[in-house]
């Protein structure tokens, strides 16, 4: 029997999500497809009496077989569209609405999104079969569930098991509980994790006892369930475990969806197979595409070997390789070769150029100048100019970005996660919150008060003419400049653990020495702390979220046009603490406890100021056209973005990281792949994964780079030690082209 669904393959670029949506189209408009010879009417009946549902001899322009029952859901397809991550999502989203003219309702999600918002819809469900309280389930962010981990946790992780795991707490708290997102993922029970970490793990005694690591676990489910808590690893248990398998939900699955469109499923997690299976078993049709050379996520969750079995139970379609424009065809055989066998003797084509220097200092620079001189010689848009590096520290981005900005060229940095605390204006708003709420005042000191009366100085007028808006808060004018901030910090702040103060500007003899401007933005400010602190008194604001969006209001916003990533970083923020009330309010409900309500504030502004939140609100792209402006990222953000450039900077290429893909792999997910679950992980192992994994990205980023390549080597990295990475050959192997 010729099945109906199409499993797609191919590299890079090579057209698998337009295949994809190709297929969406005829399934939900058969009509451009199919003429009157393709249908078969039923016995004893004219023309327009009517057709059985099953006489549809369907096809289309191909001579595919198309399901009858998408012919009788023109108006409401039943298709689920799923997408590797959040990005692709939005993207595979408008161009399916853009293909079928917005006729057709499109809800695309990501794996995870998908089993979120289902596990919530059918929580009376699960509150049934678990026996759980009757109370409405409330997501747990992964910052939020370290710290109420840590906190359940504490009592057993003493200094004993803090030596043997050899770790800090934070880092341990952060593994154990990947440990349960990587069992979930899998398709684990949450009580099976102990046995396969005992085989996995063998006689290892550098490690905890797997018992002990999934005692932890089990009573943090548990805690979390009583309580109505869900984080990622749970919400997955919940879909794999319990829904999937009761037939009242299967019986409401199989009815909303009659179809499943799947891009880049190399990138999912097993348990996505699951639910496939389940409904092709009930008759629906797939279209999935896969990237033999993706799995971008292979450590962190994804299982392309497992998903890959699903092609069994499909026709499959291969598709030719990344366009005639991009050097993958070309290039890729032979740098591969290089990598391999180093012993080869190649030169690498004209294409290929390198940057050499001594030092990574100089290498910043001169890769930012040949950047900055081939977009000023119109050789290439600065949009068209990819920096690509296994890892991007602090230094090299602030580097390349101010070098690039002051040449008036843009640079997009791709999910960009710096922690908000990094932020002068969230820090001052933490600040702000410091002097009206009591209690707090062992979290401020001058010099945060001063970098305060700076941000909220700031001249209320709209940024004109600003298209370089990356550092834009710099150029901003202030009626209060850092040095007459921190005069009035000097002899108006008063500091104390209670109630930390701020004095009228006369206490200062010489305040004339302030100036009008700024005398009269600090005198504003003032005002306005006195009146949130009576207010805050009579119990006038409703909590410290409130009083974070007056300040914004009243002293950034006013009209103004605030830059992007300034917006991203206040936004995140508002999200963050609206998020962290939600779950404080739902603990102290189920038990309360004696601490005071500005402990939780205590509480939120150090988990800020350890840096665990990042400006990543939704969405996450700026709205409008395209950025002119060069891309800057790590492997693993570039390859998940599946963008494509005309030339590419391979930034650090001698660095050892980029064997590692540009993203760590989470402690025990080989342990945790289905076709070698529980299997020991030998160094062998290791090393295999290294080798297949920098031949995927070598195939992967030649094959979205269309004219040019600079291999950018520093003979020592920033620590001053020798870098002798694995992409070393290729560097040697076209040394006449370098730019010393």
């Not at 409904?279 to 292979?298: E, H, I, K, M, T």
């Not at 939120?604 to 969405?619: D, E, H, K, S, V």
Request: charged share 25%; with cysteine.
């Amino acid at each position: 029997m010729v099945s109906h669904s199409v499993w797609i393959v191919g590299t890079s670029r090579s057209g698998k999500t337009a295949r994809l949506v190709e297929q969406f189209c005829n399934w939900v408009q058969p009509e451009k497809q199919l003429t009157e010879s393709f249908y078969t009417k039923k016995p004893g009946k004219k023309k327009g009496d009517g057709f059985s549902t099953r006489g549809f001899a369907n096809a289309n322009a191909k001579g595919e077989r198309i399901p009858e029952f998408l012919y009788l859901k023109q108006t409401e397809p039943g298709v689920l569209v799923l997408a590797a991550n959040d990005d692709n999502r939005r993207e595979l989203g408008d161009i399916i609405v853009t293909s079928t003219l917005g006729k057709y309702p499109v809800r695309a999600k990501t794996p995870l999104g998908f089993f979120q918002d289902e596990v919530i819809l059918f929580w009376p469900l699960l509150i049934n079969s678990l026996s759980l309280k009757a109370q409405f389930p409330v997501r747990l962010r992964p910052e939020t569930e370290q710290e109420l981990a840590t906190k359940l946790w504490r009592p057993q992780l003493d200094e004993e098991i803090l030596r043997i795991a050899g770790v800090n707490e934070s880092r341990l708290v952060r593994r154990i509980l990947d440990l349960l997102q990587l069992a979930a993922y899998s398709g684990v029970h949450c009580e099976d994790i102990a046995q396969i970490l005992a085989r996995g793990l063998g006689d290892n005694t550098t490690t905890l006892e797997p018992e002990f690591l999934a005692s932890l676990l089990l009573d943090w489910r548990n805690w979390c369930l009583e309580r109505g808590l869900l984080t990622y690893g749970i919400i997955t248990e919940l879909y794999s475990q319990y829904l999937l398998s009761d037939r009242n939900y299967q019986q409401h699955l199989t009815k909303r969806y009659q179809a499943v469109l799947a891009d880049d499923v190399d990138d999912y997690p097993s348990v996505a197979r699951l639910l496939f299976e389940l409904l092709l078993d009930q008759g629906a049709v797939g279209a999935f595409s896969y990237n033999p050379d993706g799995a971008v996520r292979l450590g962190l969750g994804a299982d392309p070997n497992y998903l890959e079995g699903l092609a069994e139970r499909c026709r499959v379609e291969i598709l030719t390789g990344p366009p005639s424009e991009s050097l993958g065809e070309e290039l890729t055989k032979q740098m591969v070769e290089l990598v391999t066998e180093p012993m080869v003797l190649l030169s690498l084509p004209k294409m290929v150029h390198s940057i050499q220097t001594t030092s990574r200092a100089q290498l910043l620079r001169q890769t930012a100048e040949v950047i900055v001189n081939t977009i000023q010689s119109q050789q290439v848009q600065a949009e068209e100019v990819a920096i690509i590096a296994p890892g991007l520290d602090a230094i090299a981005r602030y580097t390349l970005v101010e070098i690039l900005i002051k040449q008036n060229i843009q640079v997009e940095s791709l999910n960009d996660q710096r922690p908000l605390i990094s932020s002068p204006v969230i820090r001052a708003l933490l600040t702000m919150l410091a002097l009206v709420y009591p209690g707090l005042g062992r979290l401020v000191d001058r010099d945060a008060v001063a970098e305060m009366l700076v941000v909220l100085s700031r001249k209320q007028q709209a940024l004109e003419n600003s298209l370089l808006l990356t550092d834009a808060i710099n150029r901003v004018s202030t009626d209060i400049d850092p040095v007459r901030a921190g005069l009035i910090a000097d002899y108006c702040f008063v500091p104390h653990p209670d109630r930390p103060n701020l004095l009228p500007v006369s206490t200062f003899e010489r305040w004339d020495r302030i100036g009008y401007a700024a005398t009269t933005a600090y005198g504003e400010i003032l005002q306005w702390l006195e009146q949130q602190r009576s207010q805050q008194e009579l119990r006038l604001i409703p909590s410290p979220i409130s009083l974070l969006d007056r300040a914004i209001q009243r002293f950034l916003w006013n009209g103004s046009n605030l830059p992007y990533e300034q917006l991203a970083a206040l936004r995140e923020l508002l999200e963050t603490a609206q998020h962290y009330w939600e779950i404080d309010t739902r603990l102290r409900q189920i038990a309360p406890d004696e601490t005071t309500p500005y402990t939780t504030i205590i509480e939120f502004i150090q988990l800020l100021r350890r840096g665990t939140i990042t400006a990543n609100p939704y969405p996450v792209r700026p709205i409008g056209g395209a950025r002119r402006a060069v891309t800057l990222a790590t492997i693993f953000q570039y390859r998940s973005s599946r963008r494509s450039h005309r030339w590419h900077f391979w930034l650090d290429a001698g660095s050892p990281l980029w064997a590692k893909g540009g993203a760590a792999t989470l402690f025990g997910a080989p342990f945790f792949l289905r076709d070698r679950l529980g299997e020991p992980w030998t160094a062998e192992d290791d090393k295999l994964a290294e080798e297949q994994r920098l031949r995927r990205i070598l195939t992967d980023l030649l094959s979205r780079v269309s004219e040019r390549v600079y291999l950018c080597h520093s003979d020592l990295a920033v620590n001053g030690q020798e870098q002798l990475g694995p992409l070393l050959p290729l560097v040697n192997a076209c040394v006449t082209h370098s730019v010393i």
